[in-house]
């Protein structure tokens, strides 16, 4: 069986938590938000997560956003309280919790495939880590994002992040695309895609 997980990848996880407070604690909460949300996108190991009961698993997406959003309101709490999303967003934000509600609601029934495999049942209260994955994953950006990058100076801050971020990639994708993808098995010891699909027209496809 393939392995998906390292100790070294779960570490990487947990310890994004005190460096998101580092960040903060060093740079502008623009910049600090910019810089982790890029960096986490990066550099965070695939597929390693942790269970918590009742909430998403902690994993590369929830603990970078969620991480943004914890101390964005310790240092920018004046911003994000002023901020005006206007009526359509909230409606929409409302809806995706409907959704939510429906998707548990509605599979709750185990799927039988084969003799041996089995799609356990959705619970009721999973409604619940539903609506917090989808809270993390995409109003936390929207919000954030409207409260802190709503001028010349924070956009700029972010764009001079995405062209950093690009520029970083640049070697570690020229290097893939010839060596085959293994960075990731480098530094957090396992292959994060099945390796059937890393080949494209005669060469590597970089991950």
């Given at each position: 069986?393939?392995?998906?997980t390292?100790?070294?990848?779960?570490?990487?996880?947990?310890?994004?938590i005190?460096?998101?407070?580092?960040?903060?604690?060093?740079?502008?909460?623009?910049?600090?938000?910019?810089?982790?949300?890029?960096?986490?996108?990066?550099?965070?190991?695939?597929?390693?997560?942790?269970?918590?009961v009742?909430?998403?698993?902690?994993?590369?997406?929830t603990?970078?956003?969620?991480?943004?959003?914890?101390?964005?309101?310790?240092?920018?709490?004046?911003?994000?309280?002023?901020?005006?999303?206007?009526?359509?967003?909230?409606?929409?934000?409302?809806?995706?919790?409907?959704?939510?509600c429906?998707?548990?609601?509605?599979?709750?029934?185990?799927?039988?495939?084969?003799?041996?495999?089995?799609?356990?049942?959705?619970?009721?209260?999973?409604?619940?880590?539903?609506?917090?994955?989808?809270?993390?994953?995409?109003?936390?950006?929207?919000?954030?994002g409207?409260?802190?990058?709503?001028?010349?100076?924070?956009?700029?801050?972010?764009?001079?992040?995405?062209?950093?971020?690009?520029?970083?990639?640049?070697?570690?994708?020229?290097?893939?695309?010839?060596?085959?993808?293994?960075?990731?098995?480098?530094?957090?010891?396992?292959?994060?895609?099945?390796?059937?699909?890393?080949?494209?027209?005669?060469?590597?496809?970089?991950?």
């Amino acid at each position: 069986m393939d392995v998906t997980t390292s100790p070294t990848a779960s570490a990487a996880l947990l310890l994004w938590i005190p460096f998101s407070i580092l960040i903060f604690a060093l740079l502008k909460p623009p910049r600090a938000v910019a810089f982790l949300f890029i960096a986490g996108t990066l550099f965070l190991p695939e597929l390693e997560s942790y269970d918590i009961v009742l909430l998403p698993n902690l994993n590369k997406k929830t603990v970078v956003f969620a991480w943004v959003f914890i101390p964005a309101m310790l240092w920018s709490w004046r911003k994000l309280r002023r901020v005006n999303l206007g009526l359509m967003p909230w409606a929409l934000f409302a809806l995706m919790v409907f959704v939510d509600c429906g998707r548990a609601w509605t599979n709750m029934d185990p799927i039988v495939l084969g003799h041996d495999t089995i799609i356990p049942p959705i619970f009721s209260h999973t409604a619940f880590t539903f609506m917090v994955e989808d809270f993390l994953l995409v109003f936390v950006p929207f919000y954030v994002g409207a409260a802190l990058f709503n001028e010349r100076d924070s956009l700029r801050e972010l764009m001079k992040m995405f062209v950093i971020g690009g520029l970083l990639y640049l070697p570690l994708v020229a290097t893939e695309i010839v060596l085959s993808p293994q960075f990731h098995a480098w530094v957090y010891g396992y292959h994060q895609h099945t390796w059937l699909q890393v080949m494209r027209d005669g060469a590597y496809r970089p991950m």
